[in-house]
DNA sequence: ATTTAATGTGTATAAAATACACATTAGTTA
DNA sequence: TAACTAATGTGTATTTTATACACATTAAAT
């Protein structure tokens, strides 16, 4: 049932016939990743009618024995086989008739994932990473609960070291300069921005250079080790 | 159903008797209010056997056809009668086990009302206001909601006019500063309280000056009426 | 008239954010 | 191998924001 991607409008329908109706739980996951200078989430398409032709983000019903936590992280981890992942509650959107199936109230999270580590598990080639900058409309109220976790995330990103989750190992300022320009979609000022990461002190000069770039290579850096754990918040 | 008390326990066991059991719904209300200088919150006797002389904060199932905001709405209305409240929603706890009568995921709301200007619906003597800060045990995981929200509105209260929900319409500076020395839960600078408060422009000078002060009467001023607008959060 | 308990106000200092330019380097190409 | 290209690496001046701190003034109470 896990794996099958028309679990939640099955469930959903043999919910919204019962008598005494009742409001089902879901997560939704705004899961991110980095690629070509651009910020991506992971879309599938949608199996409601309703919304053929339309992506939705990766969501379903929390199982009554399963924390509300660990319902994203079951979803991240169907599709993306990952097990150490961010993961961080942001809003949780209850209106009667955001889906058409019948009541679901859903608790979205946003993730951060790194695109070229991880092979994705795409069923019929459903699932896909899409320029956020691009999305137009998207099934239910997801539109909206992308745009809400994207707020989320923008504020978050030059508090705390959560980037990090979107790096490879090892990298250069100029990298990571263009991943924070890509979440923020505005470009940075690079002397500023250097100062900026260096006054947090995330950081851990490798004393390595660069290598196949066609220009002055760039020094690599990595997080220090104490900021690339991830958990889970500490509520669910 | 709506007043009785007992309606949350009696709903829950009616649910965790069904044979396929789903998760319930509901809402908490973490309700703050101002008075002699001190940061309440509005409790109410929990009516569970197991949590017997323990307080909770205000929750209810959210009923079928009932936004998630509608619910936390009907609550407040429910208890201090308020049509126009202050209401924010801030986490969604969903441990499986937080509710002892069965699975209940809830959305913790939290809002801030004139404890002088309303009257409570005091029903058998079982709702009354407690001092933030001499909490120490209540009903479920509520003691954490309540942590919660309260950075959350401790956050919240320098970047946006909130506290007015807080204050009666005329007010001095100085009450303005014991309001914020509340909530923060440490003291202010006068001089540099009010220098961030005038640089805010969210009041307006009234011409007037206290009265009943048995000391030099101090300057009074209200909030500008653009910023009296609660309304609810965009999403639901 | 004196005491009390507050109001109202400004400046100096430190910290943080911003704007901005040039010499250096490695690879590529002519 | 010289010149070109496209990036790196770096510092200072300016503005803005936050903080620390003290004294004359006022109205009521005694």
Redesign the pocket.
Known sequence: MANNPNFKTAALEKISHLEYFKIAVSVDCVIFGYLDKDLKVLLIQSDLEEFSGLNSLLGDLVRPDEDLDAASYRILKERTDLDDVFLQQVHTFGKVNRHPSGRVVTTAYYSLININSHKLKIIDNDLNWHSVKNIRKLAFDHKEILETCLAHLQQEVMETPVVHNLMPEKF???ELQEVYEAILASPL????F???IA?KQWLQDLNE??DN???????LYKFKPKYLKNGFSRKS
Chains 1, 2 share one sequence.
């Open positions: 250069s300022l100029r000022d690079r002397r500023n250097r100062k900026k006054v250079m660069e770039v066609s220009h002055r290579p760039g020094k």
